[in-house]
C-alpha cells in the first residue's frame, strides 16, 4: 500500500513537471541542465521531468514604463525638470534572458541618459516647440541599444516639462509683453484701414461727383446744340415756304403789302417809343422806293429776311 501511494506520488510529480500550459501572449524559456533548450510557444507544452526546468517567463504585450523625473540641462545652461514614459515589448525571449541582467533597468537608465544628451543639444525654448523630435530621438538611441536585449521600443513621450521658477515668471512676463504687442499692433491696423476706408471712400464720392457734373454739361450742351439746330431748321424751312410763296403768282404783291406793313408798324413803334424829334420822309414816295428796292432784293434771290431789314 505504501509502495502504490509512493508510486502514484511520482508519477503526479512527473506529470506536473512534464507538462506546461502556456499562456496568451506570454513567452517561457527552457533551459536543459543549466543551458538555454527552447522557448515554449502558448498552449500545450512537455518537459523532460528534472532535466528540463523553465527559466524565464516573459510577457510579450507592449509594456509602459514610467521614466523617473530627472533635471536636464539645456544648450543655454537652464535647468529642466523632464518627466517621460517608455513604451517597449519583448520581442526575443532568450536575449531577454540572457543578454542583460535586468533589461527594464537598462532601458530605463538609457532613456534617462538619452534623453539628458538630446536635451542639451536644444535651447529652453526649442525644447517646448520640438517634443516631436526629441521623442522621436530618444526612441532611436534607446531601440539601437535594445536590440542586444531582445527589447523593441516603440516610443517615448515627454509627460511634463518643469524649468525653474524664476524662467516661468520670466517666461509668462514675456508672452503678457507680447500679446500687448499683438494688441496695439492690431489695434494700429484697424485705425489704419479705417483711415485708407475713408479716404477711398472720398475719393470713390468726388469721383463720382465729378462724373455726374461731368455727364450733366455733356447733356447740357447737347441740349443747346439740339435746340439751336430745331432752331436753325425751323427757320430754314419758314424761308422755304416764304419763298415758294412768293415763286406762286400773286407772291409778288404780298410781298410788297408785308413790306409796306412793316414799314408802318416800324414808324408807329418809333413814333411811340422816341422822346425827341422823330423825322420822316418828306412824302410818301420815299416810302414807295424802299419798298421798291426790297423788291428787287427779293427778285435778286436773297432771302425775304434782307428785305424786311431793308424797312427797319
Keep these: 500500500m505504501e509502495i502504490a501511494l509512493v508510486l502514484f506520488v511520482v508519477a503526479v510529480i512527473f506529470v506536473v513537471r512534464s507538462i506546461k500550459v502556456v499562456p496568451q501572449q506570454h513567452a517561457w524559456v527552457v533551459e ?7 522557448t515554449l510557444s502558448p498552449g500545450l507544452n512537455f518537459l523532460v521531468p528534472f532535466v528540463d526546468r523553465v527559466a524565464y517567463r516573459h510577457s510579450l504585450k507592449e509594456i509602459p514604463l514610467d521614466v523617473p523625473s530627472q533635471v536636464c540641462i539645456t544648450r543655454d545652461n537652464t535647468q529642466l525638470q523632464v518627466d ?3 513604451y517597449f515589448q519583448v520581442t526575443d525571449p532568450m536575449r531577454a534572458s540572457y543578454g542583460s541582467s535586468n533589461y527594464i533597468v537598462a532601458v530605463t537608465q538609457l532613456a534617462q541618459t538619452s534623453l539628458r544628451s538630446v536635451i542639451g543639444k536644444l535651447e529652453l525654448d526649442k525644447t517646448f516647440e520640438e517634443r516631436d523630435i526629441i521623442n522621436a530621438q530618444v526612441v532611436q538611441a534607446i531601440d539601437e541599444a535594445a536590440l542586444n536585449w531582445g527589447v523593441k521600443v516603440l516610443r517615448y513621450e515627454i509627460k511634463d516639462l518643469t524649468p525653474p521658477e524664476a524662467i516661468l515668471r520670466a517666461m509668462q512676463s514675456q508672452i503678457t509683453a507680447e500679446r500687448e504687442k499683438r494688441a496695439l499692433i492690431a489695434a494700429s491696423e484697424g485705425r489704419r484701414q479705417e483711415q485708407i476706408n475713408i479716404a477711398t471712400g472720398e475719393r470713390e464720392a468726388f469721383i463720382a461727383r465729378s462724373e455726374g457734373e461731368k455727364q450733366a454739361e455733356i447733356n447740357k450742351a447737347q441740349g443747346e446744340a439740339a435746340a439751336i439746330l430745331a432752331v436753325a431748321e425751323a427757320t430754314a424751312g419758314a424761308i422755304r415756304q416764304v419763298a415758294d410763296a412768293i415763286r406762286q403768282p ?10 409796306a406793313e412793316r414799314a408802318v408798324d416800324a414808324f408807329r413803334t418809333l413814333a411811340n417809343e422816341s422822346q425827341t424829334t422823330l423825322i420822316v420822309p418828306s412824302h410818301l414816295g420815299e416810302v414807295s422806293g424802299l419798298i421798291a428796292s426790297a423788291m428787287r432784293l427779293v427778285e435778286a434771290g436773297k432771302p425775304p429776311a434782307a428785305a424786311a431789314s431793308l424797312v427797319k
Design 84 to 86: 517621460g514614459i517608455l
Design 32 to 38: 536543459r541542465l543549466g543551458k538555454y533548450h527552447a
Design 250 to 259: 400773286g407772291g409778288d404783291q404780298a410781298v410788297q403789302l408785308k413790306v
